[in-house]
Each structure stands twice: as structure tokens, then as C-alpha cells.
């Protein structure tokens, strides 16, 4: 048996995201997560996956042939610089402007962008300021 490690303890377990396109939904999410300094987990036949986001094309199993509609998904990012690359290598993998980097009056400091992925899911990345974490994230290793 091969030895899986994941990173957890951040609020969401996992998300699922049903694409009519497998490949072009990959381009654009491995673009945009490696501006954040995220790899792809992992892919197979009808899926990948990357820390709790989980992508399967229309016609896999897990699907059950029906896209599942319209989504939102905020990134963790480091600082404001990680927010402005997001935004850039989104727009460069084939996502669309659903609001440029800046200054949201969710709470002072709250810095994001926004983008529309392949499928019209509203993709954020967001920094909320400056604040210390006890840990970037909690191993599990099975």
C-alpha cells in the first residue's frame, strides 16, 4: 500500500467540483494554484486533486453525470503579492475577471481577487492581513 500525506486543519475538509472539461479545468487550476505555492496532489482517470479541492470531469463516477452548478472558493494566501499573482495566472490559464485585486469592506485588511474558472465557478484568492498561525497546516500521514 502506498503512503498518502495530506495537509488538513483548515476549515473545509474537502471540495468537489464537477467540469465539462477535465484538461482545461487541470491548466487552469494547476496555474492558478502554483501561484499560491500549492502542487497538484494528485490525478487519475476522470479526476484530480490538490489539498482539499477535489475536480472530476462530468463523465467520472464520482460526477454522476450532471454538473452541479455554480461554486465559490476562497484560496488562503500568503500576502497581497500571492493575491496579485493568483489573479495573473488565472486570467492567463483561460479564467475570466470577476473582480481585480484590492481592498474588500469585509474586515480592514482584507485583500482579494476574483476570478470565473473554465466552468463560471467564482475563484478567490485572499489574504486578511497580517496575523501568526500556530501551524501552516497539521500532517496526516495513513
Known amino acids: 500500500m ?11 475538509d474537502h471540495i468537489q467540483l464537477v467540469v465539462k472539461d477535465l484538461s482545461v479545468s487541470h491548466t487552469f487550476y494547476a496555474a492558478v494554484l502554483a501561484s499560491l ?3 497538484v496532489g494528485g490525478q487519475g482517470d476522470g479526476y484530480f486533486w490538490a489539498d482539499e479541492l477535489f475536480v472530476t470531469g462530468i463523465d467520472s463516477a464520482a460526477a454522476l453525470g450532471a454538473l452541479t452548478g455554480r461554486h465559490h472558493i476562497a484560496f488562503q494566501a500568503r500576502d497581497r ?9 488565472a486570467l492567463a490559464a483561460g479564467g475570466r475577471d470577476n473582480g481585480a485585486p484590492g481592498e474588500r469592506s469585509y474586515h480592514p485588511g482584507y485583500y482579494a481577487a476574483f476570478v ?9 484568492a485572499v489574504y486578511h492581513g497580517e496575523a501568526s498561525r500556530s ?3 497539521v500532517l496526516i500521514t495513513f
Open 135 to 137: 501551524a501552516s497546516s
Open 2 to 12: 502506498e503512503i498518502q500525506e495530506l495537509h488538513r486543519g483548515r476549515l473545509i
Open 116 to 124: 470565473l474558472d473554465p466552468d463560471d465557478n467564482n475563484i478567490e
Open 81 to 89: 503579492t500571492m493575491v496579485d499573482a493568483f489573479y495573473k495566472a
Open 37 to 39: 505555492n500549492v502542487p
